[in-house]
């Protein structure tokens, strides 16, 4: 079974008794316990032992090979290495102090106060082919050579089009720095910036706590002549932020037809539902102070201290849900699941986690794939910070972070998400029945839309950059390439 946009292959599925986190993987190789007993065709015991010793000796040599890949990034990043700190590999490590997990997941050391932060190169330019490289690997699609080629020449046309128009593939998918709330200067004044795509609006202002909810003549945005509303903020007096930190926020719209809503932004951080109201109000997150590296502050920017760990030989990935994975009748938190899941994953022998219900989605019981707010962090589960610690700690530990993303649907919910924002059905989505998914009552994005593609393309990178995780899971892919989403097709591999 593929694992759709992640970074290997599922060879199975099994339920690990006393979680509630499900196993999406057996090591390729691994064998289910063998009947050792002596028989024709057996392996002796002694034969038996002496095979574990050899596959023990493969794996300390592997995870000795990673420890010394990652000690030359770091190297090459000019990072001192302290003797006794990531510097020796797991062979010469006292084995009378090592637990087997130390063997297929190193947990990693950096130097006191290192920061860590993600270097990137440039953007790989498209292939000069016409499209139809890929079918070397199977003669029988060469029947379809002329539809191959025909979508790399689309491919090909929007990415000259994002270069020419945009400045490249890098600034296109950075959207959330310039949409949504950043901080930034204007006419010589330090503030907040916010901007929003709503070309079917006639206005709209920010209302929240900052304003006790009534817009005042400084509230109200313009739009500029592509449908984006701009508005800034400038700082208090005495230098303070116009709108809190953690405070709740959204948008005043009238829509096409003259009718007044409020929506959560669309680029908007974190979004929250109190426990006594039905609908989710967005929040302001934009801390004052930086913490220092690994340090978890609820008032303070999480800084990250651990490098991702170095690409395993083989992926072997626990599929989890964080508010699920408690044993008590609750909704876990982000703090509970790295302090007491993830050395459990850990040993289990796992080296990935793939985490569902990242993106905020205002029904829990869609298990995170009814998203309403695609920038957001499931505040079920705790904050942004929150978030960021748990990772750095999964990567302290040697464990790869891969994320179950939803960009093939949206909820429906107009209160909440982002569905009829400017009160049009064919904003970021199809209109009319094709932007609709008829068996999972959801809306389809228009992947042919300027602003669609960079609101997605965007998120995809923001959850890497922001939050450093390592890859993706990405849902419902049959849905993204198919107009008849894959329902009522057979797909026998044939």
Same mark, same amino acid.
């Given at each position: 079974?593929?694992?759709?946009?992640?970074?290997?292959?599922?060879?199975?599925?099994?339920?690990?008794?006393?979680?509630?986190?499900? $196993?999406?993987?057996?090591?390729? /190789?691994?064998?289910?316990?063998?009947?050792?007993?002596?028989?024709?065709?057996?392996?002796?015991?002694?034969?038996?032992?002496?095979?574990?010793?050899?596959?023990?000796?493969?794996?300390?040599?592997?995870? $000795?090979?990673?420890?010394?890949?990652?000690?030359?990034?770091?190297?090459?990043?000019?990072?001192?290495?302290?003797?006794?700190?990531l510097a020796t590999s797991?062979?010469?490590?006292?084995?009378?102090?090592?637990?087997?997990?130390?063997?297929?997941?190193?947990?990693?050391?950096?130097?006191?106060?290192?920061?860590?932060?993600?270097?990137?190169?440039?953007?790989?330019?498209?292939?000069?082919?016409?499209?139809?490289?890929?079918?070397?690997?199977?003669?029988?699609?060469?029947?379809?050579?002329?539809?191959?080629?025909?979508?790399?020449?689309?491919?090909?046309?929007?990415?000259?089009?994002?270069?020419?128009?945009?400045?490249?593939?890098? &600034?296109?998918?950075?959207?959330?720095?310039?949409?949504?709330?950043?901080?930034?200067?204007?006419?010589?004044?330090?503030?907040?910036?916010?901007?929003?795509?709503?070309?079917?609006? &006639?206005?709209?202002?920010?209302?929240?706590?900052?304003?006790?909810?009534?817009?005042?003549? /400084?509230?109200?945005?313009?739009?500029?002549?592509?449908?984006?509303?701009?508005?800034?903020?400038?700082?208090?007096?005495?230098?303070?932020?116009?709108?809190?930190?953690?405070?709740?926020? &959204?948008?005043? #719209?009238?829509?096409?037809?003259?009718?007044?809503?409020?929506?959560?932004?669309?680029?908007?951080?974190?979004?929250?539902?109190?426990?006594?109201? #039905?609908?989710?109000?967005?929040?302001?997150?934009?801390?004052?102070?930086?913490?220092?590296?690994?340090?978890?502050?609820?008032?303070?920017?999480?800084?990250?201290?651990?490098?991702?760990?170095?690409?395993?030989?083989?992926?072997?990935?626990?599929?989890?849900?964080?508010?699920?994975? $408690?044993?008590?009748?609750?909704?876990?938190?982000? $703090?509970?699941?790295?302090?007491?899941?993830?050395?459990?994953?850990?040993?289990?022998?796992?080296?990935?986690?793939?985490?569902?219900?990242?993106?905020?989605?205002?029904?829990?019981?869609?298990?995170?794939?009814? #998203?309403?707010?695609?920038?957001?962090v499931s505040s079920r589960?705790?904050?942004?910070?929150?978030?960021?610690?748990?990772?750095d700690e999964a990567h302290?530990?040697?464990?790869?972070?891969?994320?179950?993303?939803?960009?093939?649907?949206?909820?429906?919910?107009?209160?909440? /998400?982002?569905?009829?924002?400017?009160?049009?059905?064919?904003?970021?989505?199809?209109?009319?029945?094709?932007?609709?998914?008829?068996?999972?009552?959801?809306?389809?994005?228009?992947?042919?839309?300027?602003?669609?593609?960079?609101?997605?393309?965007?998120?995809?990178?923001?959850?890497?950059?922001?939050?450093?995780?390592?890859?993706?899971?990405?849902?419902?892919?049959?849905?993204?390439?198919?107009?008849?989403?894959?329902?009522?097709?057979?797909?026998?591999?044939?």
């Amino acid at each position: 079974m593929a694992l759709h946009g992640a970074l290997g292959m599922r060879t199975g599925s099994s339920l690990i008794q006393g979680t509630s986190c499900r $196993s999406v993987a057996r090591p390729t /190789g691994v064998t289910r316990q063998r009947n050792v007993s002596m028989g024709a065709g057996e392996m002796s015991p002694l034969e038996v032992l002496r095979r574990e010793n050899e596959l023990l000796k493969a794996t300390v040599a592997e995870a $000795s090979a990673s420890i010394q890949e990652l000690e030359t990034s770091l190297s090459s990043s000019d990072v001192p290495l302290p003797q006794g700190a990531l510097a020796t590999s797991a062979a010469s490590l006292d084995t009378r102090n090592l637990e087997p997990q130390d063997y297929w997941s190193p947990t990693i050391d950096v130097p006191a106060g290192y920061v860590y932060e993600d270097e990137y190169g440039a953007i790989s330019p498209i292939p000069g082919h016409d499209g139809t490289e890929c079918l070397k690997w199977d003669d029988t699609l060469w029947s379809h050579a002329d539809h191959f080629r025909y979508r790399w020449n689309i491919l090909r046309n929007i990415r000259n089009a994002i270069d020419q128009n945009e400045g490249g593939m890098h &600034k296109f998918s950075e959207g959330w720095k310039i949409y949504g709330f950043n901080r930034g200067e204007h006419n010589g004044k330090t503030g907040i910036w916010f901007r929003e795509w709503a070309p079917g609006a &006639k206005a709209l202002a920010l209302v929240g706590e900052f304003n006790a909810w009534s817009p005042q003549d /400084g509230h109200w945005a313009f739009k500029n002549g592509y449908g984006v509303w701009e508005l800034f903020l400038p700082d208090n007096a005495d230098g303070s932020q116009a709108i809190p930190h953690r405070s709740k926020i &959204k948008c005043r #719209v009238e829509t096409i037809d003259g009718t007044w809503v409020e929506k959560i932004p669309a680029w908007i951080k974190w979004a929250t539902q109190e426990w006594n109201e #039905v609908l989710f109000n967005g929040v302001y997150w934009c801390p004052d102070q930086v913490g220092a590296p690994g340090e978890v502050h609820p008032d303070k920017k999480y800084t990250f201290k651990y490098p991702r760990p170095p690409r395993p030989r083989a992926l072997r990935i626990y599929e989890c849900h964080v508010g699920m994975s $408690s044993e008590e009748p609750k909704v876990n938190s982000y $703090s509970e699941f790295r302090k007491d899941m993830l050395p459990r994953i850990r040993k289990l022998g796992y080296n990935a986690i793939q985490i569902m219900a990242i993106q905020e989605h205002a029904y829990y019981g869609s298990f995170g794939y009814h #998203v309403t707010n695609f920038f957001g962090v499931s505040s079920r589960c705790g904050t942004p910070e929150e978030l960021k610690a748990m990772i750095d700690e999964a990567h302290r530990l040697g464990l790869i972070v891969l994320m179950d993303i939803v960009h093939s649907h949206a909820s429906k919910n107009t209160n909440d /998400g982002i569905n009829m924002f400017d009160g049009t059905d064919g904003m970021y989505f199809h209109s009319g029945a094709r932007g609709n998914h008829w068996m999972w009552d959801s809306r389809l994005f228009n992947y042919g839309n300027w602003e669609t593609l960079r609101f997605l393309l965007s998120n995809a990178r923001w959850w890497i950059d922001e939050y450093k995780f390592d890859g993706y899971r990405f849902d419902g892919v049959t849905s993204m390439m198919y107009h008849h989403h894959g329902l009522s097709y057979a797909f026998t591999g044939q």
